[in-house]
């Protein structure tokens, strides 16, 4: 029921030197360089310099840094 109103899509918005990552299951790994993320679908790589998670809750996570790539699969 009402199943139509959940949402476990990825969604990846990047703004400046911030990505805003949604609907991610748990952080794999986190270094300055890289950091790691576990989808329901695969794995999420974002590569920069000096990364940093600005913000971490259940589901969002707000990762600020120069961004380089963002790898999924």
Known sequence: MFEYLRNDSLEVNIINDNVYITNYLE?????REE???KH??????VIGEDLVIKKLLKDEILIHGKI??????
Request: charged share 30%; net charge positive.
């Open 35 to 37: 950091i790691k993320l």
């Open 40 to 45: 329901k679908d695969g794995i999420i790589k």
């Open 68 to 73: 380089k790539s963002i790898e999924y699969g």
């Open 27 to 31: 952080v794999l790994s986190f270094s």
